[in-house]
């Protein structure tokens, strides 16, 4: 389906109205005045783009800005943005890759993060025999914040499990964490206490945080071998307008996150939850079991997310629900929801 305009909590398909709960732009960010008002305050300032590189003799103040914002928000020692969180992810990749003797991922990780010969973290819910031997080596282990079809973040305590002759970097890509969970939306970066090497997150921006752009954190001597890649010194960065909006927003950011929070205690509080759906209250995301649960919410006029990650996959179906959604949104979905509950 086409829309003539940006999909918020409702939207217009063959001139007629549905509830829209799909997307990713978790605080409402782009259709937001205020934040709209910013984001236009400085691109009369920085322009619509910058295609220079970071590295180049003129530097602009932005970035500063916005990377120190962002550091401070996850909680790592340094930050740097880019121009997309697919970018970030395999800029990150890329400069493990000579740094690694062995990859492992938990399963369905963000293509950003995916490796050719990477091994499963798990085999038969056990960890991989790998990790586990006597052989002293480096490793990173690869996964999303929040993995797909679930609500709530990775448990990391199998870090414990692994001895310390393996060197580990965690890299942790927070698109869908970051900006939702944690104080303040922080995400699980600075949560993740466990001894370890390294721990790397990257994020898309684009999603809770409303910005087309990317971030890499972690260490500052590690974000210091990012800035020295080819890859990061020839590319354009961020649009700068865009970062300093993530400084000069943080009070947005913060309300916003208050509201969904909000929101969703309010689901927590009305909706029957049974096997037909994955519901957790501090995460955004409901997933639908049955095909059949997303067709009558069609018949509703509510429209949620629905498609195929890869070719061969089934449908991943999730009601995403946003900062904009008001009470009468959350009533007429979670009633159909119930009553389908129990029938079923």
Known sequence: MIVEQFPDRIIEIDQEQYLYFGGTAYLGLPTNKEFQDLVIHNIRTWGTTYGSSRTANVKLSAYDSGEKFLASHIGSEDAVTVSSGMLAGKLVIDLMKKQTDCF???????????????????????????????????????????PTFETKPVDFSFLKQIPNHKEITLIVDESHSFGLIGKNGSGIFNSIHFPIKRKIMVSSLGKAFGLTGGVIGGDTAFISQIKEMEVFTSAAG??????????????????????LLDTLKYIDSILIQNNNIKFDKDYPLIYLLSNQLVENLKAEKIIIAS???????EPLNRIVVTANHLKE??????????????RF
């Open 238 to 259: 961020m649009n700068p307008a865009f970062v300093q909006t993530l400084f000069d927003a943080s009070g947005i950011y913060a309300k916003q996150h208050q509201k």
């Open 329 to 342: 949104d959350l009533d007429k979905l979670v009633s159909i929801l119930n009553e389908f509950n129990s």
């Open 104 to 146: 492992f991922h938990f399963n369905d990780t963000h293509a950003a993060i995916r490796i050719e010969n990477s091994l499963p973290l798990f085999e038969n819910k056990k960890l991989n025999d790998r990790l586990l031997d006597s052989k002293s080596e480096k490793i990173t282990i690869l996964t999303d914040g929040v």
């Open 307 to 313: 498609f195929k990650y890869t070719k061969d996959a």
